[in-house]
């Protein structure tokens, strides 16, 4: 039959002429009109065109059984008449839209403006009438500071447009490589084969299986026990069954839940069920930048594998309206994020109070100086000259302002996010949501899988209990009866998913290939150990010739195959957990290959001798058996399972070794060290998971720890009716170690249970492991998901926030380094920017009070700006990882971003700055013998003395840059400073361009050339940084009573009544849109950068759609909006817990801590209000728990709540 789409392939080019339906005996379009149709319409149109599947299949000249030739001109011909599997990726922004953007930023536009006023009035010549104007020459320089601002706003404009420019190459690059990976497996030339899903083509036979997500439409062919999650599409969360004679259309983006199946392509890429959407989404937005964005790329090249699947609500009719129901984001957003959205705000406002402070006093201060002390009289002629002086003013006043206003910090964090993401693919971790990534540093218990990420996944069997006998080792085939060993043989070759299979090693002397699920590959190297051939069985009995397949499910535990015999009887063969199958066995094959009956008392012989003492050796431990359907019972009813699996006949029960990784050991106790609580979670029975957590250091002997299964866990937590109770888990948890034979709900109740405590003090940030679809549950739901990238399903990797290349656990630890390095490096980065904007900000307002004049001029104050901003948070946000972070324990969820030393340090080294500027400012001219810089006229030339100021001003800066590399009062802050090239240029190249702006910059730059011997102080007072560090670091902070910290998130109480209720519905709040509702979009606006660096990162957040959480409001038309991770049927409300004020430990003596802190007594709290709710028994509002220290002056810090997408300040988030 594989020669179909030869023969094929000649008649049609005979019919070229009829182009409706060129090579195919089948139109696009019919396959399109035929894949809209669902369950019955669906089968009658096939019955109707083709007769059945296999027409269909004679019509695309491809064979069910052995699919197509493969043939490069065949596929190159179906791509061309269907088109390929691809949906066609936006244009990235060209370099120069980008600077467009950079260009719409409110603070810089106020410059513009100004500096083109004071062009145009510096040609203004007035009459000589106006007493006091300069001389002729400097008047001819006075358009030269307008034109140097213009120049030095362009640097900055380029500057932001290149490192938006490169970091959405880095995107696409990350965006690229996820494609790569993924593959899907189809039948070409009867061979099964994995190819990218981008080289699918239509007439292709796909092989689909648990936990796979479709890349294109079909028609089933053959299935066993299928079961589709098509909520994506449809909205419909209930499981939809998949057979020929009931519904056998499969779309592409839905999710398989349960079984296996062969299906046929019929439409791929736009023409595809999902493609079809994304092009009506598509239609007449090309205007419309945004929208056009977040349809990026749906790679149709489908998310499937490591697919980037954005968040979207399911199409329900009544969301479909709701404007305001906005597409729920994944879970709490990053805690970072909601304490520096406040943070800028808060410092947005101090700053444009103080430039409208400067401006006003500059403007009264020249109007009563000249017309009221010098008497002066108002000359018409010289309006010019006085709207000059007013424009020189506002100059002034706008430079305070961009120095003040924090523009660096969300280029800060982008940069170190991006810079940390690049690195940790080098480190096996593919982030998949930015915020994922700093979320990890703070995580304080990590839930893992066994199998896979703890052991090798490598499994073989190692011992084996046959024909009453317990073999230490696999048998020789000879040692086995016969009859026993053909039922063996057999049940393994057709009862293992035929997608599982042996092959040989890639390298020589290597070891055997173990493709597909692990346990499987065991039996089937089981089989050759017995020197036997599975694929004898298999080619006997292919796929098709299966009667029923129960596949294995978390509730079954068991798989089960039904063949049917020649004679009308029946034989299944069943494989499932020991202790579960061995209870529905009432037979066993003994040595003489006979059956005798299996009583409970040798039933419990056999878990005592055979199967606790295999569990205890850390082995996995598997039962084979089977049963038969005589003919005289008639058809058994297949749908009643309980009855179909009991009766069993046990043939044998095999130990499966999983060897524990050997850097496990090591990476749990870095993560332990590390104050990181790690749980294991596994199916596996008890005595395996203890023993295999006694080899990995999750168990020590003497510890006082809890080891329970899931029954016993349930039993626990839940109370006489069956509910789950918050208070029960609370008892358990803490010293819960080991949860085995756990279904994924158990998972999902831990995860959560664990989140929701408030026994610990700082709320549990919890990071979880998964593979398998039915972890995806507790993959989303926990702070950080982590799905393996080799044994995970597409369903795992969809719901998760990173995953593991590797699959290994000792690349979570470098998650957690790298998560705690991005939140240090923004730390520094507010550090060092802050010192530089108190000093700046206030000897540009007191300068310009006292001396009419600011001492650092407009463009000087850009240029500091530029170095502070752009260049130090490329320097700072790229320090690479220490292994002295794993040396602490997280930070929680409410610590401040600034802490009390840190805030020590901004003031400490604000105070030596100040001092020394203001000496140079009013003592300059005395202590190096020149004139004074002071009361200059209007277009003066520049003056020595003003040049000193702002050249030991940068150089303070350069040196207090080192300084601010350590942000825990280390005394070091050399200590590794050459491992970071970057840092080190940075410096060295602002510290060139200095000495070029001061020798070389003249008017522009208002400077005039130092000689030596003024350099060398400059420097020198510079380097009083480093030495004056030394001394701040000194005086112990718990000395300093008055410093308070700062950057924590909003506080519940400060949300207005009105406005909690509001968004009690909408499971998030959002505080940087709270801080925006209160009339302080204008403030936001005079933020004017931090709009650019947003816009900017939406400049490469249009082109990555994979990274969900870097959505806007537009992104609720976005195709993937129909392409959400399965909906999960767990009640999930997210109810937020208060946090109790985590101050630093040096504050504070702890009795004083304690005596404040209070709970309210029971009764006040089983009245607090509470919304009626499913899960356990969760307050859904915050209710302030706890008192506050008088000395965090009575604002309550607790966590950071998320914003919500709509939010105008959420594109922040995309730096998280």
């Not at 909408?1066 to 505080?1071: L, N, R, S």
């Not at 606006?1085 to 816009?1095: F, M, P, S």
Request: charged letters at 25%.
């Amino acid at each position: 039959m594989a020669s179909n789409s030869f023969r094929g392939s000649k008649r049609g080019r005979h019919a070229q002429a009829n182009h409706d339906v060129g090579d195919f005996n089948c139109s696009l379009k019919e396959l399109r009109s035929l894949m809209e149709l669902r369950g019955p319409e669906g089968i009658a149109r096939i019955q109707e065109c083709y007769g059945d599947v296999q027409g269909l299949c004679t019509r695309l000249r491809t064979s069910p059984i052995d699919g197509l030739g493969g043939h490069a001109d065949d596929i190159a011909r179906r791509k061309e008449e269907f088109g390929p599997n691809v949906i066609p990726p936006k244009k990235p922004k060209t370099f120069l839209q980008l600077v467009w953007e950079a260009l719409q930023d409110v603070t810089l536009i106020i410059l513009e403006v100004a500096a083109i006023i004071s062009l145009g009035l510096s040609f203004y010549r007035p009459p000589d009438a106006a007493g006091g104007v300069e001389d002729e020459g400097e008047a001819d320089a006075g358009w030269i500071e307008g034109a140097a601002i213009l120049l030095s706003v362009v640097c900055v404009v380029l500057v932001t447009a290149f490192n938006d420019w490169s970091k959405e190459k880095q995107f696409r690059g990350l965006q690229s490589r996820i494609e790569q990976e993924q593959k899907f497996t189809v039948v070409r030339g009867g061979q099964v084969i994995q190819i990218h899903v981008a080289e699918i083509v239509v007439g292709d036979v796909a092989q689909v299986k648990y936990g796979d997500l479709l890349p294109a439409d079909g028609v089933l062919i053959q299935g066993n026990d299928l079961k589709i999650d098509e909520s994506s599409l449809t909205g419909e969360s209930d499981h939809v069954k998949k057979t020929l004679d009931s519904d056998p259309m499969l779309l592409s983006g839905t999710h398989v839940m349960e079984g296996s199946g062969k299906i046929l392509i019929t439409a791929v890429g736009v023409n595809s069920q999902t493609g079809i959407i994304f092009t009506l989404l598509g239609a007449g937005e090309d205007e419309d930048d945004d929208e056009d964005g977040k349809k990026g790329k749906f790679v149709n090249e489908c998310k499937s594998q490591d697919g980037a699947g954005v968040e979207m609500q399911p199409l329900n009719s009544d969301d479909e309206g709701e404007e305001k129901k906005k597409a729920h984001p994944k879970k709490e957003k990053s805690v970072l994020q909601g304490k520096l959205t406040k943070l800028a705000v808060q410092i947005g406002k101090a700053g444009l109070f103080m430039s409208g402070l400067t401006v006003i006093i500059l403007i009264t201060l020249f109007m009563v100086d000249t017309f009221w002390i010098q008497g002066l009289p108002w000359i018409a002629d010289c309006t010019p000259i006085y709207i000059q002086f007013c424009v020189k003013f506002f100059i002034i006043g706008v430079t305070v302002l961009v120095v003040a206003v924090p523009e660096g910090l969300p280029l800060a964090v982008t940069i170190s996010l991006a810079y940390s993401v690049k690195k940790m693919m080098k480190d096996n971790n593919l982030v998949r949501h930015l915020d994922a990534c700093e979320t990890m540093g703070n995580a304080t218990a990590i839930c893992s899988d066994k199998t896979g990420t703890l052991t090798m996944n490598r499994m073989t069997v190692v011992q084996a209990y046959l024909g009453d006998r317990h073999y230490r080792k696999v048998p020789e085939s000879d040692l086995i009866p016969g009859k026993v060993l053909d039922l063996l043989i057999m049940g393994i070759g057709v009862n293992c998913a035929y997608t599982s299979k042996i092959m040989s090693p890639e390298k020589v002397g290597g070891l055997p290939r173990q493709v597909g699920n692990k346990t499987e590959c065991a039996l089937l190297g089981f089989v050759l150990d017995l020197r036997h051939d599975y694929m004898t069985i298999r080619n006997e009995i292919p796929e098709e010739k299966l009667f029923k397949v129960y596949t294995f499910n978390s509730v079954r535990k068991s798989m089960s195959t039904v063949l049917k015999n020649a004679d009308g009887s029946y034989r299944m063969f069943s494989k499932g957990a020991s202790e579960i199958l061995l209870k529905k066995c009432c037979k066993i094959m003994t040595a003489s290959g006979e059956a005798k009956v299996f009583k409970p008392r040798d039933k419990d012989d056999v878990v005592k001798n055979v199967i606790e003492p295999m569990a205890s050796e850390g082995l996995r431990t598997i039962c084979l058996a089977y049963r038969d359907f005589p003919p005289v019972d008639g058809e058994p009813d297949w749908e009643n399972e309980t009855d179909i699996l009991t009766g069993l006949t046990c043939l044998c029960v095999v130990g499966i070794e999983d060897p524990v990784r050997p850097e496990v050991p090591d990476a749990i106790k870095r993560c332990q060290r590390a104050g990181i609580t790690v749980r294991m979670v596994t199916g596996d029975n008890i005595n395996t998971a203890r023993a295999i957590a006694s080899k990995c250091g999750i168990l020590h002997p003497g510890d006082d720890f809890l080891c329970i299964d899931g029954k016993e866990f349930n039993r626990r937590i839940r109370n006489q009716l069956g509910e789950i109770e918050q208070e029960r888990i609370d008892k358990i948890w803490p010293k819960l170690r080991v949860l085995a034979r756990s279904s994924p709900t158990d998972k999902h109740t831990l995860v959560k249970g664990i989140m929701d405590s408030t026994v610990l003090e700082p709320r549990q940030v919890v990071a979880v492991t998964g593979d398998g679809t039915n972890d995806g549950p507790a993959l989303k739901k926990a702070d950080v998901g982590f799905a393996m990238g080799i044994a995970g399903t597409d369903v795992a990797k969809e719901a998760s926030d990173i995953i593991l290349t590797d699959d290994n656990f000792s690349s979570i630890v470098k998650a957690v380094m790298w998560g705690r390095n991005v939140y240090d490096s923004i730390s520094k980065f507010l550090q060092f920017q802050l010192t530089v904007n108190v000093v700046a900000v206030i000897v540009a307002f007191t300068g310009a009070c006292i001396t009419q004049d600011s001492p650092l001029k407009a463009v000087q104050m850009l240029w500091v700006n530029l170095i502070m901003d752009t260049f130090a948070s490329l320097a700072l946000a790229t320090e690479p990882p220490t292994e002295s972070l794993l040396l602490r324990k997280p930070y929680g969820r409410n610590k401040p971003l600034i802490s009390r030393t840190m805030m020590k340090n901004i003031l400490g080294h604000a105070v030596y700055q100040l001092t020394v500027i203001f000496t140079l400012l009013f003592t300059g001219e005395q202590i190096f013998d020149i004139d004074s810089g002071r009361y200059a006229p209007l277009h003066a030339p520049p003056s020595e003395h003003y040049t000193i100021v702002f050249n030991t001003f940068v150089m303070m800066q350069l040196f207090n840059e080192i300084n601010a590399r350590k942000i825990h009062g280390e005394r070091n802050v050399f200590d590794g400073i050459f491992k970071n090239m970057i840092f080190c240029s940075i410096v060295f190249g602002t510290f060139i361009i200095q000495i070029v702006i001061v020798q070389f910059g003249g008017k522009p730059f208002s400077c005039v050339g130092l000689s030596i011997d003024q350099w060398l102080w400059c420097v020198f007072l510079g380097f009083g940084c480093l030495l004056w560090g030394q001394v701040v670091t000194t005086v112990p902070t718990s000395r300093l009573k008055f410093l308070k910290s700062a950057g924590h998130g909003t506080q519940q109480e400060e949300i207005p009544e009105d406005e909690l209720e509001e968004m009690e519905d909408q499971d998030e709040i959002d505080h940087g849109e709270m801080e925006m509702r209160r009339g302080q979009v204008l403030w936001c606006r005079g933020l004017g950068r931090i709009q650019t660096q947003i816009r900017v990162v939406n400049a490469f957040q249009d082109t990555m759609s994979p990274y969900e959480g870097l959505e806007t409001p537009e992104s609720r038309n976005s195709i993937h909006n129909f392409m959400t991770t399965p909906e999960f049927r767990i009640e999930d409300s997210e109810p937020q817990i208060p946090l109790i004020d985590d101050t630093e430990g040096e504050d504070d003596a702890p009795t004083k801590r304690n005596a404040v802190q209070t709970l309210p007594p029971p009764s006040t709290l089983a009245t607090l209000p509470s919304t009626p709710n499913q899960n356990n028994n969760a307050v859904d509002r915050i209710i302030p728990f706890y008192k506050e220290s008088p000395k965090t002056g009575g604002i309550p810090q607790s966590a950071a709540l998320p914003p919500r997408p709509g939010s105008p300040l959420h594109s922040l988030e995309t730096s998280l």
